[in-house]
């Protein structure tokens, strides 16, 4: 399937933390009573790598059939794309820049917080707008000067951890995720790993 | 569940969850959805969540409720052997309780189910079956007994038709949904249907197989579904033949929206060839022919150029070439053999010329996709600014075009340089 979930825009402080400005989300794909944490753990995910992520650098994380874009500005604006795997690569960076680009214009982001960013609407547009990659054909060629070899690759979420850090803890130990998104983890964790004993 | 708990204690709450879903059924004629939610420990309230006109079990009581209402329903099926030996213990004991007159509340079920009276044995039947498969739509006993009793004029087509798509929001990928759904239809096709109707189950029921395709990837019994409804409305008598080509349209337009978003998957591309091929029938000659396919040969064309590395959009190309290229030879040999002598017509000679100029046409289409895909690709491949993931893609696609190339000549003997 071509299709975009989430797109997120961050900001890290130079004193550390990162806080989240602005996210929106195409969840219809999803059974009613999971979206809230399918929600949760898009931004929770988006928010880590954001965090694991150098100024300035670009990473494609990709986990079971989804794949996570990021992008940090050098001044610490960052943004996130949550995408199925099949939406070509190159395209969801572009997005990102875009994002980021269209954030910085249109909003003062260094203050900002999610709720000063409650009628900012551009992320909205533009999620539903490129769920067809065809629309977002003419956007790579504009900027074709995106270097690929710069985006760090990664074939699952446990590779972006530094070491001795475990997915598990980290999910346990968020604040950003409610008890019931935390029973869903675990679930799904169970049941994927049926097979290998 | 691991707990010992008390079986009165089970019972009771099994009971009061069976009640409290049938009460949502009741209350709530539209329902849409229904999920089971991870939940760890029991609350005091009501596993059972109603909200939205969507319907959810805490996933903590699913176990026991399930075997529950297994047992329950089972011992109410007549002249049936049930599997585990003890059922028909406790059968046995259940109704000497009843004619003792004391009732030992371990056997209630029994006791339950032997104090009922035809219809409310039936109602509950019903109820029972409607539980096993929500939770587990793999059931082939329980769907059977919803037959029965459809066949006896127990329960609506409408009703039922609903409660397997609540069924098939959870598990949109179980292939006994979809075949309930094929009996239904069949049966309710079967009775004299006037044209409203016939349009009104036609929508319903692509749009049923539509939102299960789109639930789960690569969606056999869904596609394999949505094939069946198209052949037999397109073939049956029943249906009107101007709601034919409104058929025909509407699912061309359906399956090019869905194609420009599913790249990969081979259902949906299975489904849109027997499209194709029934568009074809339309057509009066070979031309118009040509002209259909030749549109979706560029389709094809320009998905294979966006999306590189997806085996599912090569099978289709050959797919549409191996339609198209034998009716165009067919073409060929027909006139060939009509005038053993020189053909005397410049007509004649049209015909002729024309359907060997679009093999041609064809072949040099493919020699040029084929050439194209291999040198941008090999140029990718080179480029030391290109990340692995594109390299990656890019090898397939030119692992692709090559065996395209050697397929064409199997098929066809036309020759395409591919290195």
Known sequence: MVKLYALSVFRRAPEGGTVLLKGSYDLQSFGFFQRGSVQEFMTFTSQMLVERTQPGGRQSVKEQEYMCHVFVRADGLAAVLVSDAEYPHRVSHTLLTKAIEDCAAANDWKTANTETLRNYKALDVMLARYQNPKEADALTKIQAEL??????????IEAVLERGEKLDDLVAKSEGLSSQSKMFYKTARKTNSCCNF | MGDARDPDEFFDLAEKIIQNINTVFEKDGSLDEFDIVPVESQSNRSPVIHVNHKLALESWCVPFLYSHSFKCFTQLLPNRKVSAGNHKNQHRNGSTSVRNGSIGSHEGHTFVNSRLTEGDRTERKLNLSRILILLNPDLTLAWN?????????CMQFQHELHLVSLVASRKPKSSEVFMYRKWLVKHILNEDLKGDNIEQIFTREMQAAGKAAEAYFSNYHAWDYRRWLLETFLGGSFCPDEFKLTILNSEKNCSDNWVERHISDHSGFHYRQKLLSQMSLLECNVNGVFQLFTKELENNLSLVMRFPGHEALWYHRRFLLQFLVPKLQMELTENLNNHHQPMETNWECEVWQCCEDKIQYLKKKEEDLVK???TVNASLVDDASVNFITKDSS???????QKHAKWLFMMFEWIIDNN
């Open chain 1, 147 to 156: 270097d690929e070899t710069k985006i760090i690759m990664h074939n699952t």
């Open chain 2, 145 to 153: 007994y919803r037959r029965e009793a459809f066949i006896q004029c």
């Open chain 2, 372 to 374: 194209s895909i291999l």
């Open chain 2, 395 to 401: 090898n397939l696609s030119i692992l692709y075009s």
